[in-house]
């Protein structure tokens, strides 16, 4: 792990098993981290949070230091990209885009340090002077799931570290291996000793010390909704902020003008991507029905020669489930989506061929016929299974999309550009894509609505997650104090 500058073991000295979901053998070992050495990196963090070292630089020193960081990571970013498909499954052409494109939030948010002000107010009363300070919070906790490890504590550090504040990072335990790999890059961009810190280990052991511990200041949580209410309620007994990006049951909605190739080009991309293991992924297809049948068919003929594989092979289009227990889950959803009668066009269970490694694939499975409140159209898989279902009118299209406890993002495939914008204005969703699907930009504000979570990170509004504001009043006039019984 990495607490105070230091490369540590857990104090237990106990190791967990990573896994590599391609052959289903452990690949990694990656230190069980525990209370007390959680405590011992808030503390390193606290400790530095509080140091000259941190606290003594400017804004525009630290803006250079992210800068330096961004440079690190670019040059190993393929090598980070291929630890992480080895950890997590996921496809090494995604990985390798999502690394190299990853430093511009170091360099986003580098960019941006030297530029949150602070306010002067034309105050109303007579011999003050006011204004404010923009001030970091402290010490942030940062918990982040498997499915895009670097990526997801990125969004988290960079403005973090940019508005001054010092970093606990817990990685998820089924994808720690590339948040080490990091490790070292930290003090060679010049950060001092415990300004991030790396605790790995279960999310049981590790989790409700790192929220309820006092000297955390705020919990920046990513992953689904029954974990991200535990933070939440462990958080609310603590009085800590917390930002929460949570799970999604997204809808890629196909009108009968759009274009019919990209749309199904972006459904396949929005549900098979990454096989399905995204937040934004796009599990629910709502097909206008007079091209539903010619949606369906087309689909088919691109997602039923999908090819499965290797996750590092460069032409491999769907990779393996990550762990075991979510390959279990995917099953189970499958296997409630017959039982409540929707009807399975694709794939439907396991996928048990010799070019598969020992790993846990899943068939990119499609089911048409489905019912807005079936459970796979209400509840989120994350794998590789799409729920088709028709509509009638644009009212009904609406209805349907935002008929869910989410509200993460959408998809809107339409020629129409009033269309575009009047749906653009009515989804419930953080994320509204036009012709497209799973594009995201430091420049952008990325959350939820409704159970997806609340806060937002990326884009010029988000660094105001990790200030807070100070009111600072001077007594300009020099009079004598009046009545100081009576409130100024
Ligand atoms: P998860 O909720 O199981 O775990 C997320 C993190 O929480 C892990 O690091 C885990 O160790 C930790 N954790 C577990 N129990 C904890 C506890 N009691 N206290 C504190 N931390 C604890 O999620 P997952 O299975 O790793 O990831 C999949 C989920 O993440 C999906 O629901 C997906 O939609 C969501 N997700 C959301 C976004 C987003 O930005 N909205 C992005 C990616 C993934």
């Known amino acids: ?64 230091i992210l800068h330096k960081l961004a440079d ?42 030297d530029k949150v002000e602070g306010r002067v107010i034309p105050i109303d009363r007579p011999g003050h002077f006011n204004f404010t300070l923009e001030e970091p ?74 929220v309820g511990h006092p000297n955390v200041a705020k919990i920046c949580f990513t992953g689904g909704d029954a974990t991200g209410a535990l933070v939440y309620q462990t958080a609310a007994k603590h009085i800590k902020p917390v930002t929460m990006e949570l799970g999604g049951k997204s809808a890629n909605i ?17 549900i098979f991507a990454a096989t399905g293991q995204t937040c934004v992924a796009g599990s629910r297809a709502l097909i206008h029905r007079s091209i539903h049948d010619e949606f369906v068919e087309r ?14 092979e460069e032409t491999t289009q769907v990779g393996p489930i990550t762990t ?50 079936m459970r796979i159209a209400q509840e989120e898989v994350f794998g590789p299974v799409l729920s088709v279902i028709p509509f009638d009118s644009d009212e009904e299209a609406l209805a349907i999309a935002n008929g869910t406890i989410y509200g993460l993002a959408a998809g809107v495939w339409t020629a129409d550009i009033g269309r575009a914008l009047k749906m653009a204005h009515t ?23 409704k159970r997806s979570g609340f806060g937002r990170e990326s884009g010029l509004l988000s660094i105001r997650e990790f200030v807070q504001e100070k009111s600072v009043w001077i007594e300009t006039s020099g009079a004598d104090v009046p009545n100081p019984f009576i409130i100024r």
């Not at 996928?351 to 489905?370: D, H, I, K, S, Y």
């Not at 989804?427 to 609505?449: D, H, I, K, Q």
């Open 1 to 64: 792990m990495l607490i105070g500058g230091e490369r540590v073991a857990a104090a237990s000295s106990q190791w967990l098993e990573s896994l590599n979901p391609y052959t289903g053998n452990p690949w990694a070992l990656i230190p069980r981290g525990a209370a007390a050495d959680v405590d011992r990196a808030v503390i390193a963090a606290h400790t530095a949070f509080r140091g000259r070292e941190w606290r003594g630089l400017t804004a525009t020193a630290r803006g250079k």
């Open 72 to 113: 690190l990571i670019a040059a190993r970013a393929d090598e980070l990209a291929a630890i992480e498909t080895t950890d997590n499954g996921k496809l090494i052409l995604e990985m390798r885009a999502q690394l190299r494109y990853l430093p511009e939030w170091f360099r986003y948010y580098g960019g941006l340090a």
């Open 137 to 210: 919070l402290g010490v942030i906790a940062a918990i982040v799931p498997w499915n895009s490890p670097l990526m997801l504590a990125a969004w988290k550090m960079a403005p973090a570290l940019a508005a001054g504040n010092t970093f606990v990072w817990k990685p998820s335990e089924h994808s720690s291996v590339s948040a080490l790999a990091m490790a070292p890059l930290f003090a060679e961009a010049g950060l001092p000793p415990g300004v991030v810190n790396i605790v790995t280990g279960l999310g049981s052991e590790t989790g409700e010390t790192l």
């Open 254 to 270: 196909v009108f009968a003008d759009a274009k019919l190739d990209n749309a199904v080009k972006g459904v396949v991309s929005g």
């Open 299 to 312: 689909f088919l003929k691109i997602a039923s020669v999908a090819r499965m594989g290797n996750p590092l």
């Open 324 to 373: 075991q227990s979510q390959y279990q889950k995917v099953l189970s959803y499958i296997d409630i989506a017959k039982q409540q009668g929707a009807k399975c066009v694709l794939g439907g269970g396991p996928a048990q061929r010799p070019e598969l490694g020992g790993g846990w694939f899943v068939e990119p499975t499609v089911f048409t016929g489905v019912k807005p409140d």
């Open 427 to 449: 989804l419930e969703a953080g994320t509204v894509w036009v012709n497209t699907y799973r594009v995201s930009s430091p420049l952008s504000p990325f959350g939820g609505y």
